[in-house]
Antibody
Framework: EVQLLESGGGLVQPGGSLRLSCAAS????????MSWVRQVPGKGLEWVSA????????YYADSVKGRFTISRDNFKNTLHLQMNSLRAEDTAVYYC????????????WGQGILVTVSS | EIVLTQSPATLSLSPGERATLSCRAS??????LAWYQQKPGQAPRLLIY???NRATGIPARFSGSGSGTDFTLTISSLEPEDFAVYYC?????????FGQGTKVEIK
């Protein structure tokens, strides 16, 4: 059974940093691209960042480029999102999501973790 | 950036009725479009990929069609568990983008 479990969320002040992690199990982690998608409570979905299976390819939304860094540890089956220079508008539930295959959408999602940026 | 526009914003229907949801892209995404269902307090669930292929375990009452810039998600006969928000998402280019969502509510 595929499982994705996010951790590392919480309350942080504007300008601060936070590192999200997503522990994956139930599939060959290194064979699949992964993404982070966020959602302001009560609002729509926003893709944040993606990384290829080997970690060699990374992509970012313009809204986080230069502030967020996606990475993965294929030995520990873990996905990370390092978030620096956080802003109030980064407040959202962050989901990690597994690519279905061939960058065709995300077939498994974590339960989401809340990040709140506030003083 | 490709903008996806979904219509209508809200669809009020009764169980057993047919639901037709639209997604229009600001430029061609070929057939690289996915649909998701999201219920309150839950993560999204992949329904359709490549515009018309049902994801694993998705009931046959869900179907997708379209290519280029115009896409449709059809639910042939609404079940009580189908009342939710539906999002389209393009997989053609970076950055990946979502539509703003269509809420299917009980009439």
């Amino acid at each position: 059974e595929v499982q994705l479990l996010e951790s590392g969320g919480g309350l942080v002040q504007p300008g601060g940093s936070l590192r999200l992690s997503c522990a994956a199990s139930g599939f060959t982690f290194s064979s699949y691209a992964m993404s982070w998608v966020r959602q302001v409570p009560g609002k729509g979905l926003e893709w944040v960042s993606a990384i290829g299976g080997s970690g060699g390819l990374t992509y970012y939304a313009d809204s986080v480029k230069g502030r967020f860094t996606i990475s993965r540890d294929n030995f520990k089956n873990t996905l990370h999102l390092q978030m620096n220079s956080l802003r109030a508008e980064d407040t959202a539930v962050y989901y990690c999501a597994k690519d279905s295959s061939g960058w065709k959408g995300w077939d498994y999602w974590g339960q989401g973790i809340l990040v709140t940026v506030s003083s | 950036e490709i903008v996806l526009t979904q219509s209508p914003a809200t669809l009020s229907l009764s169980p057993g009725e047919r639901a037709t949801l639209s997604c229009r892209a600001s430029q061609s995404v070929s057939s690289y479009l996915a649909w998701y269902q999201q219920k309150p307090g839950q993560a999204p669930r992949l329904l359709i990929y490549d515009a018309s292929n049902r994801a694993t375990g998705i009931p046959a009452r869900f179907s997708g069609s379209g290519s280029g810039t115009d896409f449709t998600l059809t639910i042939s006969s609404l079940e009580p568990e189908d009342f939710a928000v539906y999002y389209c998402q393009q997989c053609n280019s970076w950055p990946r983008t979502f539509g703003q969502g269509t809420k299917v509510e009980i009439k």
